[in-house]
């Protein structure tokens, strides 16, 4: 286990590439399940996640490969149609194959993901879509063993907009015979970019990025030919954040602005400056930031991904600001963690009001959860003196070499044995 000590109190100056999004590489790489033969994809961001996306394929008798961001998996040696505990447990992006099993092999046994720190996250309406294209569904010790002999193109709408529900349905969707119509659909830039991924391999899609995605089935796809998958809004976000609270002057480069919109909405409300730079967006943080609102919401709203380090920000901005919290029901775990660190939060029910302090003092913290874990790195990059950020297992499963990244613009950050 490690931990990052970190000396804060410096305005953070420089470059920082940004890295293939997370949630855009997960469920192409579960993606490649739906094609026979060798399937190329680049732009993989080297994560713990990306890791156990691939011990997962391995574990199926697929053929993976990590070789500096270019991933190759092929799935004609497939031979076990199973996503066992030890593993959804760790991520519950696994759940992400069972729409192509289904879609290809019409078999999956997929472990219930269970819990998790930031709320119940169920996968009932990944069911209840599978259910209505003619799954047939048992839940039995803690498993999904879904069978059907071909999949069957279905209306389907969700009550409340789901990111992987909506690509699981989208994926089964692409081999099953005829139309699927999926209503209230994700429209995460993520969601969109597996659907060009899909119709990269010949898949028949229209309408991903808005609330009704259409599909129509087709017998098979082809393997996938060296997709890129697109820049990580939230690590760019997250960037942002961390300018903006050290009073720093970066250059993000590779991130696409019109992924961003809304965050960067917020926080040049909150106070940080944007520029156009020949190699990227410039982001300048000013000398204090100000007391923002913010409320999460399915895309193109506020993401509950960068709540956790925008609170942050707002822990050290003139002024009170509230934040609310839409989508999970027990994302406020870094609360008590950045109280730690000297700020001032309060929280009621989804509600958390933050008074901003006129500065914070470096602490030992431990990260709960990925973004929380975020959050946390961000305040202790402003804090004065030195904390401990323990357990960073959780940002390890989502930044790409978020240390080295940082002491590359001026931070003080050791990675230690814990
Ligand atoms: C994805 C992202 C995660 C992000 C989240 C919300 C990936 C790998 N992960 O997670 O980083 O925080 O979107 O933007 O892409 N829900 C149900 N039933 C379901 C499915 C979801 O009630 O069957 C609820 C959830 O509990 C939650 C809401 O719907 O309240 C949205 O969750 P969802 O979009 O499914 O999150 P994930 O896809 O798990």
């Not at 903006?244 to 400056?273: N, P, S």
């Not at 000398?287 to 709203?301: L, R, S």
Request: with cysteine.
């Amino acid at each position: 286990m490690h931990k990052l000590i970190i000396k804060g109190g410096k305005p953070l100056r420089g470059e920082v590439g940004i890295s293939g999004a997370k949630n855009a590489a997960l469920p192409i790489m579960a993606a490649s399940v739906l094609a026979l033969g060798k399937n190329t994809i680049k732009r993989i961001p080297e994560l713990s996640d990306v890791k156990t996306m691939g011990r997962l394929l391995s574990s199926m008798g697929i053929k993976f490969a990590y070789d500096n961001g270019d991933v190759t998996i092929n799935s004609s040696t497939i031979n076990n149609f199973e996503a066992p505990y030890e593993l959804v447990k760790t991520m519950r992006a696994s759940v992400l194959v069972l729409g192509p099993l289904m879609a290809r092999f019409g078999r999956a046994k997929v472990s219930l993901p269970g819990g998790c720190a930031i709320g119940t996250r169920p996968i009932n309406l990944h069911l209840m879509g599978l259910k209505k294209m003619g799954a047939d569904i048992e839940l039995k010790t803690g498993y999904v063993i879904a069978k059907a002999t071909r999949l069957r193109g279905a209306s389907i709408y969700f009550d409340i907009p789901t990111v992987t529900g909506t690509e699981n349905l989208m994926m089964a969707g692409t081999l099953a015979k005829g139309t699927t119509t999926l209503k209230n659909a994700a429209m995460e830039p993520e969601v969109t970019d597996l659907a060009n991924c899909l119709i990269s391999m010949g898949a028949k899609i229209k309408g991903a990025g808005e609330s009704i995605i259409e599909i129509e089935g087709v017998d098979e796809l082809n393997p996938i030919n060296n997709y890129e998958i697109i820049p990580d809004r939230i690590e760019a976000g997250t960037f942002m954040a961390i300018a903006a609270i050290t009073g720093g002057d970066l250059i993000l480069k590779g991130c696409r602005t019109e992924h961003l919109d809304v965050i960067t909405l917020k926080l040049k409300d909150a106070g940080l400056v944007f520029e156009d730079a020949k190699s990227g967006i410039r982001v300048i943080g000013g000398e204090k930031p100000t007391a923002t609102n913010i409320k999460t919401m399915p895309y193109p709203g506020f993401p509950t991904d960068m709540q956790a380090q925008f609170m942050a920000l707002m822990a050290v901005a003139e002024g009170t600001s509230i934040i609310q919290e839409t989508i999970f029901e027990n994302r406020f775990m870094h609360v008590a963690e950045l109280r730690r660190l000297g700020a001032d939060i309060s929280i009621e029910g989804r509600t958390a009001t933050v008074k901003g302090r006129s500065g914070l003092m470096g602490a030992d913290v431990m990260t709960t959860d990925l973004r929380a874990s975020a959050s946390l790195v961000a305040a202790a990059l402003c804090a004065e003196g030195e904390s401990a950020i323990h357990n960073i297992y959780h940002l390890d499963r989502g930044y790409e070499k978020m240390d080295e990244k940082l002491r590359m613009i001026g931070a003080d950050v050791e990675r230690v044995n814990d």
